[in-house]
Nanobody
Framework: QVQLVESGGGLVQPGGSLRLSCAASGSIVSINAMGWYRQAPGKQRELVASITRDGSTDYADSVKGRFTISRDNPKNTVYLQMNSLKPEDTAVYYC??????????????????WGQGTQVTVSS
């Protein structure tokens, strides 16, 4: 079983910055893609940014030029640096990781895990 724990959310004024972190733990063999999603009240969950193991990134148009995703492979951790925050960035932010884990019996299992979410509120 793979667990993801996010941190770094909070309240920030428009134009401010926040850095989210998400650490994966468990019987991890390898993590392929990691990503950040967000869900605002009354809206569907949407992809914010994703990053592959070799560092290729993809961003939603609404955050390009303001957000930067990065990862530390040895630490199984993904980060989201959010700058020039806007009120419309307010949402619960979730991290997601897809990869391969090892069971107690020694077999390999593909996993796709989500974190519990962290609230980001942009307001004056």
């Amino acid at each position: 079983q793979v667990q993801l724990v996010e941190s770094g959310g909070g309240l920030v004024q428009p134009g401010g910055s926040l850095r989210l972190s998400c650490a994966a733990s468990g019987s991890i063999v390898s993590i392929n893609a990691m990503g950040w999603y967000r869900q605002a009240p009354g809206k569907q969950r949407e992809l914010v940014a994703s990053i592959t193991r070799d560092g290729s990134t993809d961003y939603a148009d609404s955050v390009k030029g303001r957000f930067t995703i990065s990862r530390d492979n040895p630490k199984n951790t993904v980060y989201l640096q959010m700058n020039s925050l806007k009120p419309e960035d307010t949402a619960v932010y979730y991290c997601k990781a897809d990869g391969l884990s090892k069971t107690k019996l020694g077999s390999f299992l593909v996993f796709s895990s989500w974190g519990q979410g962290t609230q980001v509120t942009v307001s004056s």
